[in-house]
């Protein structure tokens, strides 16, 4: 199954992609939040695998990451799906937000995320860029949620 990128700067989404594909990970690009329900639903109505993870940027246009996540967790077969959020805020402004973890890492055993619709889909949180000490512990995350491609068998 893929993994879905919903981040509207094409520098950073094709940044992660790149990331995610050097790891033998299946990539599906989107520019935004509504673009990547579109996909979503798509998938859905054509009885296809939704992807193993959502990884979103939580400002965009259109549908942001948090408009995202909320018609998610309003449609059953998506609410679960585990989701990675990156956001170029700063860690201390998404904490005004609510989110209790601080940003960079994954939400620890029984911290939940206090923002308003939140289902508990939201396994981890990163500012970006992505890189560095920080880019280990995102590939380590999307790796306890997603499966890399191993090819044929």
């Known amino acids: 199954m893929p993994i879905l ?3 509207d700067d094409a520098d950073t989404r094709e940044e992660l992609a790149a990331l995610l594909v050097k790891h033998r990970y299946h990539v599906v690009q989107c520019a935004d939040g509504r673009e990547a329900l579109s996909y979503l639903h798509a998938e859905m109505e054509h009885r296809r695998p939704i992807p193993a993870l959502l990884i979103t940027d939580l400002n965009m ?4 990451g948090m ?3 909320a018609e998610m967790a309003r449609t ?3 609410a679960g799906l585990p989701i990675i959020e990156v956001s170029g805020t700063s860690a201390a402004s998404l904490h005004k937000l609510g989110l209790t973890a601080p940003m960079r890492r994954g939400l620890p055993g029984g911290q939940i995320d ?7 889909g939201v396994v981890g949180s990163f500012v970006k860029p992505i890189r560095d000490e920080k880019q280990k512990e995102f590939l380590a995350l999307v790796a306890q949620h997603a499966h890399a491609d191993t090819g044929p068998s």
Do not use: F, M, W, Y
């Open 67 to 69: 408009q995202l996540i």
């Open 114 to 120: 206090k923002r308003h619709g939140r289902t508990g």
């Open 61 to 64: 246009p259109n549908v942001d």
């Open 76 to 78: 059953a077969s998506l």
């Open 5 to 7: 990128i919903a981040e």
